[in-house]
């Protein structure tokens, strides 16, 4: 009886190992098409199927900081900035507070911004322009949006080119890092009434427009984005 149960004993430890290793060769096995692993820190990706593509990242954690690139005093910007200028130092204040700012990649972001801003404006698009303004900024727009409105007039906006965007200040206040940025713009702007007669502007006429607008993200969040928190017309 003991060598009946001893010899099944041995047979069936032999073939767990077997099965044991044959799962393991197949289960461990990489085929390069396994999901990597989550990020809960991670941004989620958009698309046109949905997700929101209102939202500009200016600029966006993870990308290359390796443009300009301070030495190792943090004043040195290339053409962004001069060396021992106050806006140099600055700027380095933002990237002591935030590693992944880099001045180019955030240029290029303020300017997606600004014309979508300026057009969402004269569409009356109030949802974009929450999502890209402060809640100060926003409240003023939509005021603005609200009297055109109530008097039946209607606002068109069409942009030529943005032929400057160039960065005049940084300032850390804070945990909120506040950066200000000076477009020169060619547009075409028209707004007309009820009756589809222009009241301001000319729709042959192309407007060169100097605005000075501040974004700012508060760098201790995990949310990259920046808002427009300021505006002023340059004189």
């Given amino acids: 009886m003991n ?3 001893d010899f099944y004993t041995i047979l069936f430890l032999v073939l ?20 990597p692993p989550f990020d809960p820190y991670s941004a989620p990706k958009t698309n046109g199927a949905g997700g929101s593509e209102k939202v500009v ?21 290339g053409d962004i900035a001069a060396p021992g200028s106050a806006l140099s130092k600055g700027l380095s ?28 404006f004269a569409e009356g698009d109030r949802q974009t322009l929450k999502d890209l303004l402060s809640r100060e900024v926003y409240e003023g727009f939509v005021t603005a949006i609200a009297e055109r ?33 000076r477009f020169v713009s060619q547009l075409v702007s028209v707004t007309r009434d009820k ?22 993200r508060d760098t201790g969040s995990r949310d990259p984005n920046w808002k427009l928190v300021a505006t002023e017309a340059a004189e």
């Fill in 3 to 5: 060598g009946f149960f």
């Fill in 16 to 35: 767990a190992v077997v099965i044991f290793l044959r799962l393991r060769n197949v289960l461990g096995r990489r085929t390069g098409n396994e999901r």
């Fill in 57 to 77: 990242n200016l600029p966006r954690r993870g990308e290359d900081s390796r443009v300009s690139q301070p030495d190792a005093s943090g004043e040195e910007w």
């Fill in 93 to 120: 204040e933002v990237r002591r507070a935030d590693p992944s700012f880099v001045p180019e990649q955030f240029l290029e972001g303020a300017r997606a911004a600004y014309e979508m801003i300026v057009s969402a």
């Fill in 149 to 181: 409105e109530s008097r039946g007039e209607a606002m068109s906006t069409n942009f030529v080119g943005i032929d400057k965007a160039e960065i005049t200040d940084a300032t850390m206040r804070r945990r909120m890092a506040h950066v200000t940025v």
């Fill in 195 to 216: 009756n589809d007669n222009v009241v301001e502007g000319d729709p042959k006429h192309v407007t060169e427009v100097i605005d000075i607008w501040t974004f700012a």
